[in-house]
């Protein structure tokens, strides 16, 4: 079912807007304000509609400031003759179409129509990194998202697994796709797991005062992601096996059989087959979740994704935040010198603390340094000089290695996105000391 945004603060409107939208076969997600909408936009819809004069400001006024993957969506402004020239800038600016209060709705949910079946599949262009490594992961997972099997991802705590999963639900091609669930494994008590994945009836023990839906039921026809899935104790690994296999489970304290039909995607920042040689996880289970098996490398050995990570992960407390951010070159070098190993979920963290702390939202002095950082990169002294082809060599080492990451490592591809012959750049990246 397509998703629609609504963003509209009078009560009657919205009500009347989400009624015919649900008639159409459209699912609505309403928002009431701007503040309301600012996480809600990021996910993914086929349409939004907005009434341009909302109580925390003008939506045109803050559509122009979001990114342009989200000013692709189809955009409907709704607006009063006061506003008018607000929306015209904003249409300017990408939106699909304004319509001027009163409006004829018929006309409205023609336009919404039209945008939502001539709208492609979600195909992000990146998602999860512009490495080499981080561009294989992803068209494998773009790949793997069009069949309902079922994928292992490996990879240390922080460096994206869980939106990797999201990403393969969001991909899913099922016209009924269902709901993305996700369990963190080791973060549920033993003794409480068996009633958290499949559920309890009313009365099925002390406390169960109504019935309870578990997470396998909830996955029906979407995707279950089962995070830190190693950690599960060995009679739930057997449980949760044939739940797989069968698809069908008994809720505690019910004689009746629950059907769910869900993908699952399961995470662990352990070595699950390790742990399977050495009788730790079931052989069965880890092959029933292993079918596909991607592993995630983590950020200090993908460099190049730093800087893209820092600057869209700044873009989204932009949204958040409603308010300008920017860095200087200075607090970015210190990012770039720094190991994070707690990987994005660090770094996410470091950024969040650094906007917390900065001035006029200018992040422009390093934070003190982690115990485990090696520290920031120290700046060339500025009296320094170095010889001229050095500084060549250095620029042209810079420009091939960025062409050959556009080109995903690419050589012939590479070549030809320079002007020059395949020859002539297998020499300069031997005499640059340039791996494809």
């Known amino acids: 079912m397509k998703r629609i945004l609504l963003i509209e603060d009078d009560p009657i409107m919205g009500e009347s807007l989400v009624q015919r939208l649900e008639l159409e076969g459209l699912q609505v997600q309403?928002?009431?304000?701007?503040?309301?909408?600012?996480?809600?936009v990021t996910k993914d819809h086929a349409a939004i509609i907005s009434d341009v004069r909302l109580p925390d400001g003008l939506a045109t006024d803050w559509f122009v400031q979001l990114p342009a993957?989200?000013?692709?969506?189809?955009?409907?402004?709704?607006?009063?003759?006061?506003?008018?020239?607000?929306?015209?800038?904003?249409?300017?600016?990408?939106?699909?179409?304004?319509?001027?209060?009163?409006?004829?709705?018929?006309?409205?949910?023609?336009l919404v129509q039209n945008a939502v079946a001539n709208r492609p599949l979600p195909t992000p262009e990146v998602v999860l990194g512009i490495s080499p490594a981080m561009r294989r992961v992803e068209a494998l997972v773009v790949k793997v998202s069009q069949q309902k099997v079922s994928v292992l991802l490996n990879g240390e705590s922080g460096v994206g697994k869980?939106?990797?999963?999201?990403?393969?639900?969001?991909?899913?091609?099922?016209?009924?796709?269902?709901?993305?669930?996700a369990v963190n494994c080791a973060a549920i008590p033993e003794t409480l797991l068996e009633a958290e994945f499949f559920g309890y009836e009313k009365g099925a023990f002390s406390g169960a005062g109504r019935q309870h839906r578990g997470y396998l039921e909830r996955a029906d026809h979407g995707t279950l992601f089962l995070d830190e899935v190693g950690d599960l104790p060995a009679n739930m690994q057997a449980k949760l096996l044939r739940a797989l296999q069968e698809k069908c489970f008994f809720r505690l304290g019910s004689e009746r059989t629950t059907h769910s039909d869900f993908r699952v995607v399961a995470a662990t920042n352990r070595d699950l087959y390790a742990d399977m040689?050495?009788?730790?996880?079931?052989?069965?289970?880890?092959?029933?979740?292993?079918?596909?098996?991607?592993?995630?490398?983590?950020?200090?050995?993908r460099p190049e994704d730093i800087r893209w990570l820092t600057e869209r992960l700044l873009a989204t407390m932009v949204i958040e935040q409603s308010r300008p951010l920017a860095m200087s070159e200075v607090f970015m070098r210190d990012i770039m010198g720094r190991d994070w190993r707690g990987n994005v979920r660090e770094l996410r963290s470091y950024l969040e603390q650094a906007v917390v702390m900065s001035d006029a939202g200018i992040l422009d002095e390093p934070l003190p340094d982690h115990p485990h950082n090696r520290g920031p990169i120290p700046a060339p002294p500025t009296e320094a000089?170095?010889?001229?082809?050095?500084?060549?060599?250095?620029?042209?080492?810079?420009?091939?290695?960025?062409?050959?990451?556009?080109?995903?490592?690419s050589v012939g591809k590479t070549a030809e996105l320079l002007a020059i012959s395949r020859k002539t750049l297998w020499e300069k990246m031997k005499r640059l000391a340039i791996s494809a």
Not at 30 to 40: K, P, T, V
Not at 164 to 179: C, N, T, V
Not at 277 to 301: K, M
Request: charged share 30%.
């Open 30 to 40: 309403w928002c009431h304000s701007l503040g309301q909408a600012q996480l809600e």
């Open 162 to 181: 869980e939106v990797a999963a999201q990403l393969i639900h969001r991909l899913d091609p099922r016209p009924d796709k269902g709901e993305f669930v």
């Open 277 to 301: 040689t050495a009788g730790r996880f079931r052989e069965d289970l880890f092959y029933r979740l292993a079918v596909i098996r991607i592993n995630l490398p983590p950020l200090r050995e």
């Open 69 to 110: 993957s989200i000013r692709s969506v189809p955009w409907f402004f709704l607006t009063g003759y006061g506003s008018v020239n607000d929306a015209v800038l904003a249409v300017r600016g990408g939106a699909r179409e304004y319509l001027t209060k009163p409006f004829d709705i018929e006309k409205l949910l023609e």
């Open 385 to 409: 000089i170095i010889p001229l082809q050095a500084m060549v060599e250095d620029a042209e080492r810079v420009h091939i290695r960025k062409a050959l990451n556009r080109c995903e490592g």
